[in-house]
């Protein structure tokens, strides 16, 4: 593996019964909720590279947009034991398929959730602000309006219980 120092991630969503929807994942091994991650790839764009995670990790496919929506930061413990400061770039990618069968199907368990279930439900904390800001209607990250705060508020709560 070479040096990298950071991932691609694919944030997928869509307009639902309860309004925007994500399609949260769980990790292979501690079964935690999050969204489509992985390496950046040779050759491939970045935001390319997270469509092709969304697809492999979540079984979906749409239309992914070229600027990322947000950015967030933690640390990675790789195989060989070591760990590493990784930086993810996060793009929206507004799902038009959902497959009954894809390639780390029997690796994961997918879920579409509201925004509010995903902030309690997303298992890297870094990655909530990012939820929290994402503007369905711009397909981008946006500034905490007075209708973010509520969630905001939120976030600092349980981060302040995961630090104590």
Same mark, same amino acid.
């Given at each position: 593996?070479?040096?990298?120092?950071?991932?691609?991630?694919?944030?997928?969503?869509?307009?639902?019964?309860?309004?925007?929807?994500?399609?949260?994942?769980?990790?292979?091994?501690?079964?935690?909720?999050?969204?489509?991650?992985?390496?950046? +790839?040779? *050759?491939? =764009?970045?935001?390319?590279?997270?469509?092709?995670?969304?697809? &492999?990790?979540?079984? !979906?496919?749409?239309?992914?947009?070229?600027?990322?929506?947000?950015?967030?930061?933690?640390?990675?413990?790789?195989?060989?034991?070591?760990?590493?400061?990784?930086?993810?770039?996060?793009?929206?990618?507004?799902?038009?398929?959902?497959?009954?069968?894809?390639?780390?199907?029997?690796?994961?368990?997918?879920?579409?959730?509201?925004?509010?279930?995903?902030?309690? +439900?997303? *298992?890297? =904390?870094?990655?909530?602000?990012?939820?929290?800001?994402?503007? &369905?209607?711009?397909? !981008?990250?946006?500034?905490?309006?007075?209708?973010?705060?509520?969630?905001?508020?939120?976030?600092?709560?349980?981060?302040?219980?995961?630090?104590?």
């Amino acid at each position: 593996m070479t040096n990298r120092t950071y991932q691609v991630a694919a944030l997928p969503w869509r307009i639902g019964d309860r309004g925007v929807e994500f399609l949260l994942v769980t990790t292979r091994t501690t079964k935690r909720w999050v969204i489509p991650k992985g390496w950046t +790839m040779d *050759g491939k =764009a970045d935001h390319e590279a997270a469509a092709i995670e969304a697809y &492999e990790e979540a079984g !979906v496919n749409g239309t992914m947009n070229a600027t990322t929506v947000g950015t967030y930061s933690y640390v990675k413990i790789l195989r060989n034991g070591t760990t590493r400061f990784l930086r993810v770039n996060v793009y929206a990618l507004q799902v038009k398929d959902v497959l009954d069968d894809w390639p780390e199907r029997a690796e994961r368990d997918r879920q579409w959730v509201s925004k509010q279930q995903a902030v309690e +439900m997303i *298992g890297e =904390a870094e990655l909530l602000p990012v939820i929290v800001a994402f503007d &369905e209607s711009t397909h !981008v990250a946006v500034a905490a309006s007075n209708a973010h705060e509520g969630m905001i508020a939120r976030i600092k709560k349980w981060w302040r219980k995961l630090l104590a």
